[in-house]
């Protein structure tokens, strides 16, 4: 009996007085307690208690590095997030910490891997998973830069949604109804990337994306369905008119035709909605995103699109012409993401018919939010996690935008991973919509393919979100 005792005791005070262990993989990882766990109380169960916590580097849709985290808890419970990346990234985004140098052309991510195994692992070893917007505050005091450059927002998004996936899993309970409780169920209305242009293509597009999203459905079954037949349709329409090159795709799966307006892009998805049978406007209507900051030029204070230098006037006329001849309901960054006062004049203009939504704007950031609510910069926000680092500032700032009645719409990154998390988000959040590309490549179709297994356990009780509803 004293020996048994002894030798707990030894083996704990030899944890106390280690560094952490170089970092083991996660497949061979041994159960820690770490320094730091008698200090934080918990909420009375041991079995959601962070016992380890790893890291390493893996590839992201475009083959660049990308950080993947893995979470354990005492009662088994495992949690695994991999992060994804931007191309048209926003300036007021968190840092994504990069190694430099000649290996992997700079983008390695092995300083984010080891801040992960050190730091962050000593600050957290030992709390209640659970406690998120705790984990989340302890990652931001260590952090303590406004856009996370000292751990780097890699890392720490990371950690923060493996250890909300590791508290799911201990509790049992599918990822969505942990995030949003018991009564999440509304599934959302997808916001489908056909068209590529801007930074995620070669063409000559200068507006980034253009969407379907699928309305008219009564499940989010259907609407997948319908988004699909457009896609299988444009394809074949794209092909035929332009040739086989047509038909290469962007980053995010859809097509990159080579194409010079965007009026050009917008016609041929009206007429591949009428090829598969579908009324535009009524069971499928149009969105764009301009990622109009790509096109700014900050010197001049103007716009260069379509082959034309435009002021904010023009840029809202160019719009709003769009918007007559095409069924859109939904146009993102319209305008540069520092310029208030353009993205006001449009929304002030368009803002009862299209939704307008800040992306690089916001970039998922409270304080930036609260100016656009002030100023009525948009009626809708985009919401992307690893634009702002932790798991709590992207639920705060969702919720922020739906208390003044504005939509939120969760979004991948064009540099996506085969991790579904923003799936479950979604539907936990319940805000109607999501936004992860064409429904093409495995990093896009995991997110859809997590959304048709929610729906199908949800069962009768599911809801799709038809309504899409400016406000102004
Ligand atoms: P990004 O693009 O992931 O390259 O930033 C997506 C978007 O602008 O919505
Ligand atoms: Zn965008």
Not at 93 to 121: N, Y
Not at 242 to 250: F, K, L
Not at 301 to 325: A, C, H, P, T
Request: with cysteine; hydrophobic share 40%; charged share 25%.
């Amino acid at each position: 009996m004293y020996l048994v005792v002894l030798y707990v005791f030894f083996q704990q005070t030899l944890i106390y007085i280690k560094p952490p262990n170089k970092p083991a993989l996660p497949w061979t990882h041994s159960i820690n307690i770490g320094v730091f766990s008698q200090m934080y109380p918990t909420l009375g169960d041991d079995r959601f208690r962070l016992v380890d916590l790893r890291s390493i580097q893996v590839l992201d849709s475009r083959g660049r590095p990308t950080v993947r985290a893995y979470a354990y808890t005492k009662g088994g419970g495992i949690g695994i997030a991999t992060v994804p990346s931007g191309a048209s990234t926003g300036k007021h985004e968190a840092v994504e910490i990069r190694d430099g140098g000649k290996e992997w052309k700079g983008l390695g991510v092995s300083r984010a891997v080891s801040t992960i195994e050190t730091t962050i692992r000593k600050a957290l070893l030992g709390v209640d998973v659970r406690k998120q917007a705790f984990i989340d505050s302890i990652m931001k005091t260590i952090d303590s830069t406004p856009n996370k450059s000292k751990l780097g927002g890699n890392a720490v998004i990371a950690v923060s949604i493996a250890v909300a996936k590791a508290a799911a899993a201990t509790a049992g309970l599918p990822l969505y109804k942990y995030l949003g409780g018991p009564t999440a169920r509304l599934l959302p209305a997808p916001l489908m990337n056909l068209i590529n242009g801007g930074a995620h293509a070669g063409n000559k597009l200068d507006l980034q994306e253009f969407m379907i999203i699928p309305v008219g459905a009564d499940s989010f079954k259907d609407a997948l369905r319908v988004g699909m037949e457009v896609y299988y349709s444009l394809k074949d329409y794209l092909k035929e008119k332009y040739g086989a090159d047509a038909i290469n795709v962007g980053d995010e799966g859809g097509f990159a035709p080579p194409m010079k307006h965007s009026s050009e892009a917008l016609s041929a998805l009206v007429k591949a909605i009428r090829i598969a049978g579908y009324e535009d406007g009524v069971d499928v209507v149009l969105a764009i995103d301009a990622a109009a900051s790509q096109f700014y030029d900050e010197a001049k204070g103007k716009y260069r699109v379509e082959n034309s230098e435009m002021d904010s006037n023009k840029l809202l006329g160019y719009y709003e012409s769009l918007i007559e001849q095409f069924p859109i309901k939904l146009i993102e960054d319209p305008a540069a993401e520092d310029d208030w006062d353009t993205f006001r004049l449009i929304t002030s203009k368009l803002g009862c018919r299209v939704l307008v939504v800040g992306d690089d704007l916001y970039t998922t950031n409270v304080e930036r939010l609260k100016k656009g609510l002030e100023l009525k910069a948009t009626n809708a926000v985009l919401v992307k996690p690893n634009q702002i680092g932790t798991l709590t500032e992207t639920i705060d700032f969702a919720y922020a935008a739906a208390r003044k009645g504005w939509e939120f719409i969760i979004s991948h990154r064009s540099g996506d991973t085969e991790d579904p998390f923003i799936a479950d988000l979604a539907v936990g959040l319940g805000g109607g919509f999501i936004k992860t590309g064409a429904p093409a490549r495995s990093e896009r179709i995991a997110k859809y393919n997590r959304l048709l297994e929610i729906e199908g356990e949800l069962g009768p009780v599911g809801l799709y979100n038809r309504t899409i509803k400016p406000r102004c």
